[in-house]
Structures are given as structure tokens and as C-alpha cells.
């Protein structure tokens, strides 16, 4: 596999009108996965190997604006998190163990934060099971 861009992480107002609006520009676009998480609704739409993520926040946007991070996969998640330490960036989010995946954010220097997610599986139903 390639390192590729695979998603984007954006908060909206209201996530019902922009998956309308993505499902009419691309009819093919699935629901992959939704919940709610401290208190606000998520949702990711897309295709097996790319999406967008939504996010309804009751606290509206962050300081960044609608985008809350920009997800890229990549053959090897250990091989990014040293490079990015050795320059001296800073980890963002800490996310949870999955047996599938293995993710890890990191800010720039102007404060964005980035994903970089490794796969296990080349099965979608394990690399996107939202459940563990």
C-alpha cells in the first residue's frame, strides 16, 4: 500500500444536510459508521477506502475552524512518529488500542493536527469496525 490521503475530519452544524449533499455529488458514498461521542453525533461517509468524518459539536468549531484533522494511510505508523519526534513535533490525540489499526496525531507548527494510521487487515469490515 501506498501513503495516501484517506480522510478528512470536519465539524458542521448539521450533519444530516452535508451527508445530502455529499450523497448527491457521489451516489456511491455509504454510511460507514456513526455515533455519538461526549454528547455529539458522528458520522463517516465515504467508500471502503476513503471517507469524510462529521462531527456535530455542541460547542461549535474549534479554533481551527471547521477542519479538525486530515487522516493519511500509511505503511508504516513507527517509522512517521519517529521522524515527526525527532523534529520535534508534538503528539496530539491519544487514540485507543484496536486490534486492526494502529493511529497516531500529531500537531504542526501552526497547530494543525494530523493523523497517520497504520492497517493490519485488508479487510474494510475489520479496518473500519467502529465497535471496539
Known sequence: MANRLEHA???VPDIDATVRFLRTAFPEFIVRGEGIQN??????????DSYIA???????????G??????????????VVSRLLEAGYREGFIAPEHPHRRRK???DADGIEW???????GDPAQRNDYSL
Do not use: I, Q
Open 9 to 11: 475530519n470536519l465539524t
Open 39 to 48: 454528547g455529539d453525533r458522528w458520522l463517516h461517509v465515504g467508500s471502503d
Open 54 to 64: 462529521l462531527n456535530e459539536s455542541s460547542e461549535g468549531y474549534s479554533e481551527n
Open 66 to 79: 471547521p477542519l479538525n484533522h486530515l487522516g493519511f494511510a500509511v505503511d508504516d505508523v513507527s517509522a
Open 105 to 107: 496525531y500529531f500537531f
Open 115 to 121: 493523523e497517520f494510521v497504520e492497517y493490519a487487515s
